[in-house]
């Protein structure tokens, strides 16, 4: 999946996760099996992923699940309606990141897959207010930045224009 780990994102997720779940703890990992699950199962945490189904249209799995937290690490960027997910979790605890929208980047899109593609990226309010509609409470978030090993105009705002963005949010009501 990837050439090398994204260290800074794993590290900054690891250690918010930490910072609001206990090792032990069972998680749904939206998503398929990937580095970081492996990384939250070797800090202790008991990890289940989905399958790869389209969770726009398959949610079967995540409605049937008992794991007490969700964990959707950038994957909900890539469903046209992330709604329909979050609101179908019944979970009580959510850790969820997506990239953010950079004025001066279009959306990314790959050429050649068509999983790898997101339908959105988001400014922090809309994120925000998805989850909000969709029942969640956020209790916790971190932005940062992440800089990329190049020259030019781009490179230099993604030094300090935050591009992700994590929240820990509960079950409302």
């Known amino acids: 999946m990837y050439a090398h780990y994204p260290e800074k994102r794993y590290r900054l997720t690891l250690e918010f996760l930490q910072k609001h779940i206990s090792p032990g703890a069972s998680i749904l990992d939206l998503g398929v099996p990937n580095p970081f699950s492996e990384i939250m199962q070797e800090h202790g945490y008991q990890v289940a992923n989905t399958g790869g189904e389209d969770l726009d249209l398959e949610l079967d799995l995540v409605r049937q699940s008992e794991a007490g937290v969700v964990t959707a690490f950038e994957i909900l960027e890539h469903l046209v309606a992330p709604f329909n997910v979050l ?25 050649t897959d068509p999983w790898d593609r997101h339908f959105h990226e988001f400014e922090p309010w809309q994120f925000d207010w998805l989850l909000e509609k969709s029942g969640w409470e956020i209790k916790d978030s971190l932005q940062w930045a992440h800089p990329v ?11 300090f224009t935050p591009r992700y963005y994590l929240v820990y949010a509960e079950r409302s009501g």
């Open 87 to 111: 609101q179908a979790i019944p979970a009580a605890k959510l850790l969820a990141s997506v990239p953010l929208k950079l004025w001066f980047a279009p959306a990314y899109r790959s050429k």
């Open 149 to 159: 090993p190049r020259f030019g105009v781009r490179p230099l705002l993604r030094r």
